[in-house]
Nanobody
Framework: QVHLFESGGGLVQAGGSLRLSCVAS????????MAWFRQAPGKERDFVAA????????YYADSVAGRVAISRDNAKNTLYLQMNSLKPEDTAVYSC??????????????????WGQGAQVTVSS
């Protein structure tokens, strides 16, 4: 089983930027699509962004489109989420996840087999 470890969360003012990283424990990381999800207090976990195994075909939730960019470096077993123009409503625990599939087309929680522990992102107004 691939283990995932997020970093880069923190406290930022509205309008600021953060970059999250997710390092995988196994090189099989490069064979599968990856995604970021987030969960705010008292709310369900929501899809944020996904990318295919080769870094192509990024998909974004409407709530973040135009403000975030997902990317990956397979040589480093690392997934990234660059977040700009952050808003207070972006406050949540952000988790990376590895898919059962190579394509980023599959974006339901049940399409993912392993999750990181999460990184807290807090955006102050």
């Amino acid at each position: 089983q691939v283990h995932l470890f997020e970093s880069g969360g923190g406290l930022v003012q509205a309008g600021g930027s953060l970059r999250l990283s997710c390092v995988a424990s196994e090189p099989t990381f490069s064979d599968y699509a990856m995604a970021w999800f987030r969960q705010a207090p008292g709310k369900e976990r929501d899809f944020v962004a996904a990318v295919s195994w080769n870094g192509n075909d990024p998909y974004y939730a409407d709530s973040v489109a135009g403000r975030v960019a997902i990317s990956r470096d397979n040589a480093k077993n690392t997934l990234y989420l660059q977040m700009n123009s952050l808003k207070p409503e972006d406050t949540a625990v952000y988790s990376c996840a590895i898919s059962k599939y190579r394509s980023s087309w599959f974006r339901a929680s049940t399409d993912f087999v392993s999750w990181g522990q999460g990184a807290q992102v807090t955006v102050s107004s």
